[in-house]
Antibody, heavy 121, light 106 residues
Framework: QVQLVESGGGLVKPGESLRLSCAAS????????IHWIRQAPGRGLEWISY????????NYADSVRGRFTISRDNAKNSLFLHLESVRAEDTAIYYC??????????????WGRGTLVVVSS | DIKMTQSPSSLSASVGDRVTLTCRAS??????LNWYQQKPGEVPKLLIY???RLQSGVPSRFSGTGSETFFTLTISSLQPEDFATYYC????????FGPGTKVEIK
């Protein structure tokens, strides 16, 4: 059974750092692109980053580029999102999601339940 | 980046109604368009991928059409469990979501 479990969220002060983790089971993360997507309270979904199966291809939304870093540990079947210089607007539930594909059409077919990050002094 | 817009932002409908939601892309994305349903407190669920392909296990009352810049999601007969927020998402390049359409009970 495919499962993604995020952890590492919590209350953090503006300007501080935090590392989120996403533990995968039921599949190998080396076979998939994995994405981080966030949702601010009462707001919509915002894609923020992805990493390829081999970890050699990453990308970020403009809103987090230069502050967030995505990485993965295929041996532990886990990936990570390091948040630096956090801002109030980074307050959100952070989801990791697996990207599947059929006939080269890509979609998020499995999501974790998310971990809440609250940025407040 | 490709900007996605959705309309309406919210709508009220009754059980049994036929409902159509629209999604527009700021540039041609071919058929690289997905639809997700999210209920309060729950994780988004994939409904439609490649603009019109129904994800396994999704009821056939959901259907998607469109290509290039204009897409629709239709629920042929709204059921109580369909009251939720629906997001479109493009997978043509760096992923982006639309702002969502909230379907509420009339």
């Amino acid at each position: 059974q495919v499962q993604l479990v995020e952890s590492g969220g919590g209350l953090v002060k503006p300007g501080e750092s935090l590392r989120l983790s996403c533990a995968a089971s039921g599949f190998s993360i080396s076979d998939h692109y994995i994405h981080w997507i966030r949702q601010a309270p009462g707001r919509g979904l915002e894609w923020i980053s992805y990493i390829s199966g081999r970890g050699d291809n990453t990308n970020y939304a403009d809103s987090v580029r230069g502050r967030f870093t995505i990485s993965r540990d295929n041996a532990k079947n886990s990936l990570f999102l390091h948040l630096e210089s956090v801002r109030a607007e980074d307050t959100a539930i952070y989801y990791c999601a697996r990207e599947g594909d059929t006939d080269a059409y890509f979609f998020f077919d499995s999501w974790g339940r998310g971990t809440l990050v609250v940025v407040s002094s | 980046d490709i900007k996605m817009t959705q309309s309406p932002s919210s709508l009220s409908a009754s059980v049994g109604d036929r409902v159509t939601l629209t999604c527009r892309a700021s540039q041609d994305i071919s058929r690289y368009l997905n639809w997700y349903q999210q209920k309060p407190g729950e994780v988004p669920k994939l409904l439609i991928y490649a603009a019109s392909r129904l994800q396994s296990g999704v009821p056939s009352r959901f259907s998607g059409t469109g290509s290039e810049t204009f897409f629709t999601l239709t629920i042929s007969s709204l059921q109580p469990e369909d009251f939720a927020t629906y997001y479109c998402q493009q997978s043509y390049n760096v992923r982006t979501f639309g702002p969502g359409t909230k379907v509420e009970i009339k």
